[in-house]
């Protein structure tokens, strides 16, 4: 990998936001966005009954972090956020790390690292 700047894309519990965000925070990197939502993965969908019918419900509340962050200091980040998102158990999240080849700040036009600054 040899792009200056990564996005890291964290798919994660949303019990372990606060966690996630402290740890980032620990390491001074404190821009960040979260959302809301819910999917899918490998782990088993949960059944209910209701009025005597069986439904599944497939779609598990889920959590993602977005940040950018500069080359030097993309290891950094994943290891805080996996040690921080991390219970041990089935569905603890996915983490993708994905280059990026420009970034510019709107208010000021800078480009680059410059505009994650």
Known sequence: MNSPIYKI??????????AVQEALHDI?????TVT????????????HTFRGS????NLAPITKVELFVAAARLEE??????EAAETGEVGDGKLFVIPVIDAMRIRTGERGIAALE
């Open 9 to 18: 894309e964290a798919l994660i519990r949303p019990n372990r936001v606060e």
């Open 54 to 57: 069986q439904y599944g419900r």
């Open 36 to 47: 809301e939502s819910r999917g899918s993965g490998r782990r088993q969908a949960v059944t």
């Open 28 to 32: 001074d990197i404190d821009s960040l």
């Open 77 to 82: 980040a994943v290891s805080a956020i996996k």
